[in-house]
């Protein structure tokens, strides 16, 4: 194989590891603003989001140069579409980390009405799905795959009881509305992360074998009455 | 070294021209020259036969060739001896131009379809090199060779006696190995493409042979049997005993009235002769053989040439 | 209603030359009016199986055969077929351009003549048809009679295509066509030959792959004289069955 392709897929590769750690980062510090409703951490990740911005581009710029430049076909030319997907599902991931921050802008002068248990867990799984489907892409290890069918259930039985609960709070009290529904939309957040970590790793699966699965089949039946 | 308000003096500009002035700097630069010097000497004798022998035959048979008195110029190539041998070299003239044409109708056909035939239906083994071995052979067999053969052979034994049959076929024997040769080569250089671009067309083998390589080898064949006819042209050692001699052209085809003369014999006939107009007439011969052969080299030459550009 | 299917396939076909055993037991169908590319390594067979197709190879004595080629369902190689007819409806272009050093006129008419053409009209309607067909008409039709060998090496080979074509043959095999031109001209000729399959099916051997992907609908990859894989061009390219294939196409082999 060709150095030179070999160079920019290594470049990119680690531009995407970078992009990864950023998202990621990203995210959870905006979960960790709410939960704390700390203004000064959400202004600060709400700064982060051009560096994601930019990284994300920059990806797409070497992509576009490799293909043009290398003409790649089969596994390299899967790896390198593979890349380019990748960086908009990790752009799109900080782009929900800027949302939240913002929710936490809109917060100013509130406070929680109940202990957040389901929100931060539906945080750690989005994160969890993301790094076993990022390990997919960056080291071709598809060996973990097979949790996020599990970690997928969980998540949406997470979402369904948080749902019910937050619907049995309104029911009784009327002053909580707003704050409970900030909180059923971060949750929308969170479930939109994971959902982009799967695509990330149905295309891993491609990228490695060639050929396209639909993962999070096997628990589809539990997935209750949670509204996605 | 030029100092200023010197002007160069004309034997230092010779110096420096003729290349001394660099010799002299080192021993590498001596050797050089030394080298050039001695390779153009070489030239130069390598040359000058040519033009001696020119000169020699020029300077005694100019006029007959090419003066406009009597006798001179194409009376001289159109008018029969005579008694005495005063007149001209028809017999002479004619006589090469008939044995020329039915050695080449008789040896071309012969020599070319057997180049095709080793060239393109044989593969490369032990037949066709026992053919390019005997040509070769051929090529080098000193003339009166096929000139003792010719008479044992054409004369005596199959009793054609002396005279143009006999004289074509001998000259003919001596123009196959050199164009077959040739023909052979011609052919070679052909690439194989081109066969191959006919073939895929659906084409036959005979198809392909007439219409793409030979036509492909044709300037290489035509320069062959050029070349082949010059240096036949003037031959006498195989004309001796085969050819007879004629004061007149042939009026039959066998017995003695098939007798027929030759430009390189009647010169060799006429140098024997102590008598003084003899020799003017034989360099006057010399002269004009001379300049046919050269013409036949020189279109040789000039189709050879446009050959490289044609099969680009 | 034809009773075959494709006009060109290939059946258990192995080749010798002498004692090298050069095509490994090939079985393929070759698609009407697509192109298709056989690729792979130097010295993996593909001329070989190219020249079989128009029995070009029977001009090697050491050459032996087994298997079937099927012309319109019926075999090449049997017994009572004529391999001039054959070489009618199989046309070949070769690697270099080898213009007949003819006028170009006589390039193209050469073909049709063979075959009994007589009629003038019909010749220069034959000539002005393939010249159109290979893009070279408009370069030449001023300039009919001058000598082939005197055009570009991007013209030659369009005049090569073009006396290919004069006989209207089915199916026309090219071997190598564009590898000793210039890029442009190479370029020009591979856009032609994407308009050729309208008409003609056409089998292309490349050792450039991405050639290969440029051009064909195809992909046939030999490798040491084995078919390995043969598949739409567009799944080859995605994504090759084949662990070898993967490595000739994306450069680790060949």
């Not at chain 1, 969980?154 to 009784?172: A, C, G, H, N, P």
């Not at chain 1, 992360?193 to 999070?216: C, N, P, Q, T, W």
């Not at chain 2, 052979?184 to 194989?192: D, F, H, T």
């Amino acid at each position: 194989m060709s150095i030179q392709l070999q160079r920019h897929l290594k470049l990119i590769n680690d531009k995407l590891r970078e992009l990864q750690n950023l998202s990621i980062g990203a995210f959870m510090d905006a979960m960790k603003a709410f939960k704390e409703l700390n203004q000064d951490l959400a202004a600060e990740v709400r700064d982060r989001s051009v560096i994601i911005e930019e990284k994300s581009q920059s990806i797409e710029d070497n992509v576009f140069e490799t293909i043009a430049r290398r003409q790649p076909v089969a596994k390299d030319l899967r790896e390198l579409a593979t890349y380019l997907q990748t960086a908009h599902h990790l752009y799109r991931i900080g782009r929900y980390a800027y949302k939240i921050a913002h929710i936490v802008r809109l917060c100013e002068g509130m406070e929680h009405f109940k202990e957040l248990i389901s929100l931060p867990h539906l945080a750690d799984l989005a994160k969890q799905t993301i790094e076993i489907a990022m390990k997919g892409i960056l080291d071709k290890d598809l060996s973990k795959i097979d949790e996020l069918e599990k970690l997928e259930a969980i998540s949406d039985k997470e979402t369904s009881d948080m749902f019910e609960e937050i619907t049995e709070y309104l029911r009784v009290r009327n002053d909580i509305t707003t704050m409970a529904m900030f909180y059923v939309i971060v949750g929308r957040y969170c479930e939109r992360a994971a959902d982009h970590a799967f695509s990330i790793a149905e295309r891993a699966v491609y990228m490695v074998k060639g050929k396209r699965v639909k993962l999070g089949l096997a628990y589809k039946g539990q997935a209750g009455r949670a509204p996605h | 070294m030029l100092k200023n308000g010197e002007s160069e003096s004309i034997l230092y500009r010779l110096y420096a021209l003729s290349g001394l002035k660099d010799a002299l700097k080192s021993r590498r630069h001596f050797s050089d020259y030394i080298f050039k010097v001695i390779l153009g000497l070489v030239i130069i004798i390598i040359v000058s036969p040519f033009f001696l022998i020119l000169f020699q035959v020029a300077g005694v048979g100019f006029w007959q060739v090419f003066g406009t008195g009597p006798g001179q110029g194409l009376e001289f190539l159109f008018t029969f001896p005579g008694a005495g041998l005063e007149g001209g070299i028809r017999n002479a003239f004619v006589g090469t131009v008939e044995l020329i044409v039915v050695a080449s109708a008789v040896g071309i056909p012969l020599s070319v379809c057997g180049a095709i035939y080793i060239n393109e239906y044989t593969r490369p083994g032990h037949v066709r090199g026992i053919v390019e071995f005997t040509s070769d052979v051929l090529a080098g067999i000193p003339s009166i060779v096929f000139g003792a053969f010719g008479f044992v052979f054409l004369v005596d034994f199959l009793h054609i006696g002396m005279g143009i049959i006999a004289g074509s076929l001998t000259l003919a024997f001596m123009m196959i190995p050199t164009i077959l040769r040739t023909t052979q080569e011609a052919l070679r250089a052909v690439p194989m493409s081109l066969r191959e671009a006919s073939l895929a067309l659906g084409a036959t083998k005979w198809s392909t042979t007439w219409n793409v390589t030979l036509r492909a080898a044709f300037p290489g064949v035509i320069t062959g049997f050029l070349l082949a006819i010059g240096r036949v042209m003037g031959e006498t050692a195989p004309l001796i005993f085969t050819a007879g001699n004629s004061l007149i052209v042939p009026t039959e085809l066998a017995g003695p009235g098939s007798w027929i003369a030759s430009m390189p014999y009647t010169i060799w006939a006429y140098i024997s002769d102590p008598r003084e107009y003899l020799q003017v007439k034989a360099h006057g011969t010399a002269l004009a053989l001379m300049i046919m052969v050269l013409a036949i080299d020189l279109i040789a030459n000039l189709i050879s040439r446009k050959v490289t550009r044609r099969l680009v | 209603m034809p009773e075959y299917e494709h006009n060109i396939e290939v059946h258990g076909l192995s080749t010798w030359f002498g004692k090298k055993h050069i095509l490994k037991d090939i079985t393929c169908y070759f698609r009407d009016n697509t192109v298709t590319a056989i690729m792979g390594p130097s010295g993996c067979g593909k001329s070989t199986l190219l020249r079989t197709l128009n029995r070009l190879n029977d001009l090697v004595p050491s050459f032996r055969r087994k298997g079937e080629v099927l012309f319109k369902g019926t075999d090449i190689y049997g017994v009572g077929t004529s391999v001039y007819d054959l070489r009618k409806h199989i046309g070949m272009v070769f690697q270099k351009p080898n213009p007949f050093p003819m006028s170009v006129f006589d390039n193209v008419t050469y073909g049709p003549k063979l075959h009994g053409v007589k009629d003038e009209d019909e010749l220069n309607k034959i000539v002005e048809t393939s010249l159109r067909k290979a893009a070279l008409w408009d370069e030449v039709k001023d300039e009919l009679q001058s000598p082939a060998p005197n055009l570009s090496g991007g013209q030659q080979q369009r005049l090569c295509i073009a006396r290919a074509l004069s006989v209207d043959p089915p199916v026309l095999l090219m071997d190598e066509p564009v590898s000793a031109l210039d890029p442009i001209s190479a370029a020009k000729i591979e856009e032609l030959i994407i308009e050729l399959k309208q008409d003609y099916t056409i089998i292309l051997v490349t050792h450039n792959v991405q050639q290969a992907f440029r051009v064909s609908d195809q992909a046939a990859f030999l490798y040491l004289g084995e078919l390995v894989e043969f598949d739409e061009t567009k799944r080859i390219l995605e994504a090759p069955a084949d662990s070898r294939t993967e490595a000739f196409i994306t450069g680790r082999i060949g």
